[in-house]
């Protein structure tokens, strides 16, 4: 597979949801309401690959240093691993840790096993 060159110029539009909590005065004091903010930035494409390759890097030590764990422990096996990453409007790739991410835009990465 040829990979294609990136200019230098090329950006993807990331559009993300932000929150801000607001204060009101309302009839039975100050309320406080959350706010969702959708922002879009234009992001450098070489950015957010830089990004993600930092990322796959990092979780290939992790996943590297769990299998040698489990080697001690036969009756387990790694068969499976399941990411979900975010990229924010400044292209910073980030682990998503909410649970599940139902409408929001998250990259989900699979990590099976090479047999």
């Known amino acids: 597979m040829q990979e294609e060159a990136v200019s230098l110029e090329e950006t993807i539009l990331v559009v ?22 959708r922002k ?7 950015e957010i690959e830089r990004n993600m390759h930092h990322f796959l890097k990092v979780m290939q030590r992790v996943f590297r240093q769990t299998e040698q764990q489990l080697q001690d422990q036969p009756e387990l096996r790694l068969d499976e691993v399941e990411l979900q990453v975010e990229i924010s409007a400044k ?9 599940e991410a139902s409408g929001k835009g998250v990259i989900k990465l699979k990590f099976k096993p090479m047999k």
Do not use: M, S
């Open 40 to 46: 879009a930035a234009e992001i450098p494409v070489l």
């Open 16 to 37: 993300t949801e932000d929150t801000e909590d607001l204060y009101v005065d309302g009839q039975r004091g100050l309320g406080e309401i959350r706010q969702r903010l």
């Open 91 to 99: 292209g910073e790739v980030k682990l998503f840790a909410g649970g």
